[in-house]
C-alpha cells in the first residue's frame, strides 16, 4: 500500500513538472513550429523596427507580428529542407545583409551620441537670416547665346511687336523660366551672379533692361515685375528642416572622416 503511494506522488509530480515546463516554454518562445521553438525575441526585433519607424504597437498590429514570425519560420524551415541555405549565393546575400545591419547600427550609434542642439539650429537661422534679409525681386529674363540676337528682342519688345513673355517661351535657354514666361519669381540678389544681380537691382519697377547683360550663361534681357521686403519663415516653421539639414551635414563629416583615416591599399 504505502509503495503505490509512493508511485502515485511520484507520478503526480513529474506530470506537474513536465506542465509546469511547458508553461515555461511558451513563457519564453511565440510558438512551437514542427517541434522547434520560435523565441519570442524575434517578436520584439520585428516590433523594434516599427516603433523606429514611427509606428505604434496596438494589440492588431502585435498579432500581425506574431503571425509574421511564425510565416517566417515556416518558410525558413522549407528552405532549410531544401538546402537553400548553403548555397554560395545565400552566403554573399547573409555577409551583405550582416554588413547592411551593422553600418545601420554604426550610423545609428553615431546619432545617439552626437544630437543636433537647440543653439546649432538657432546659429544656422540667424546666419540663413542674416544672408536672406533686405529686399527680394521678383524678375524675369531671356537668355540667348548671341549678343545681337539679345539687342534684336530688346528692340522687338520695345517697339510692342512682340511680348516678353512669348519670346521667353519660344527663344530662352533657360528651360526652367523660359516654359514660364522667363519667370524667375521671388529671390534675394544673391541667388544670382553678380552681373546678373547687378543689373536687375538698378531697375526699377516694370523697367527692362536697355542692353543685353553677359554672364557666364551667355546674354540676358531681364525685367523686373516686383520688389518686397524678404519674407523669412520664422524660426519654429522652418527648425525641423534645419535640425534635418545639420544631422545629415554631421553625419556626412562622420563618414568622411572614417574614410580619409581609413588605410586602403
Do not use: C
Not at 517661351?169 to 553678380?194: I, M, R, T
Not at 521686403?229 to 553625419?251: D, G, T
Amino acid at each position: 500500500m504505502k509503495l503505490s503511494i509512493l508511485n502515485k506522488t511520484l507520478r503526480q509530480a513529474m506530470i506537474f513538472s513536465a506542465v509546469a515546463l511547458s508553461f515555461s516554454t511558451f513563457a519564453q518562445n511565440i510558438a512551437i513550429v514542427n517541434g522547434k521553438a520560435v523565441p519570442k525575441s524575434r517578436a520584439e526585433a520585428l516590433a523594434q523596427q516599427l516603433i523606429r519607424s514611427g509606428r505604434p504597437i496596438t494589440p492588431e498590429v502585435e498579432e500581425q507580428i506574431k503571425e509574421e514570425v511564425v510565416a517566417r519560420e515556416v518558410f525558413m524551415q522549407e528552405a532549410q529542407k531544401l538546402g537553400l541555405d548553403a548555397s554560395a549565393d545565400f552566403k554573399d546575400q547573409m555577409e551583405l545583409a550582416r554588413q547592411t545591419i551593422m553600418i545601420r547600427e554604426l550610423f545609428m550609434e553615431f546619432q545617439k551620441k552626437n544630437p543636433v542642439t537647440d543653439a546649432e539650429i538657432k546659429a544656422e537661422y540667424d546666419k540663413f537670416t542674416a544672408a536672406n534679409s533686405g529686399k527680394e525681386y521678383h524678375a524675369r529674363h531671356i537668355l540667348v547665346e548671341k549678343e545681337d540676337q539679345a539687342k534684336a528682342i530688346i528692340a522687338s519688345i520695345k517697339k510692342g511687336s512682340a511680348k516678353f513673355e512669348d519670346i521667353a517661351k519660344k527663344q530662352s535657354k533657360d528651360p526652367g523660366s523660359g516654359s514660364k514666361g522667363g519667370d524667375l519669381d521671388w529671390a534675394a540678389p544673391s541667388n544670382f551672379v553678380k552681373e546678373f544681380s547687378d543689373a536687375m537691382i538698378a531697375l526699377k519697377k516694370g523697367q527692362m533692361t536697355e542692353q543685353p547683360v553677359k554672364t557666364q550663361f551667355g546674354y540676358h534681357i531681364i525685367r523686373l515685375d516686383e520688389v518686397r521686403e524678404a519674407q523669412i519663415p520664422k524660426f519654429e516653421e522652418v527648425k525641423p528642416q534645419i535640425s534635418q539639414q545639420l544631422q545629415q551635414l554631421k553625419m556626412n563629416n562622420y563618414q568622411q572622416d572614417l574614410r580619409t583615416k581609413a588605410k586602403v591599399e
